[in-house]
Nanobody
């Protein structure tokens, strides 16, 4: 069993930044891909970013160079730095562990609100 806990969400103005963190427990993230997804009201959950154990990264098309995903296997954390946030980035952001045995696993989500 893997537990994922997100933190770092909040409210910011357009153009602002937030840094989300996902801390895992139960099993190391080393050797496994990790990711971030988001879901806005009335919309499907979509990929924001994912990173393989070897560091290969994919971003959702909407990211356009604004977000950066990173991982620290020694701390079992995955971070998402979000810059130049837009109102359409408003959503609940979820940490995802897609490859751990018994998974996929999801965190409880953290709210990000971008509004002036």
């Amino acid at each position: 069993q893997v537990q994922l806990v997100e933190s770092g969400g909040g409210s910011v103005q357009p153009g602002g930044s937030l840094r989300l963190s996902c801390t895992t427990s139960g099993r190391s993230i080393s050797g496994f891909a990790m990711g971030w997804y988001r879901q806005a009201p009335g919309k499907q959950r979509e990929l924001v970013a994912r990173i393989t154990n070897r560091g290969r990264i994919d971003y959702g098309d909407f990211v356009k160079g604004r977000f950066t995903i990173s991982r620290d296997n020694t701390k079992n954390t995955v971070n998402l730095q979000m810059d130049n946030l837009k109102p359409e980035d408003t959503a609940v952001y979820y940490c995802n562990a897609p490859q751990h045995p018994g998974g996929p696993y999801w965190g409880q989500g953290t709210q990000v609100t971008v509004s002036s």
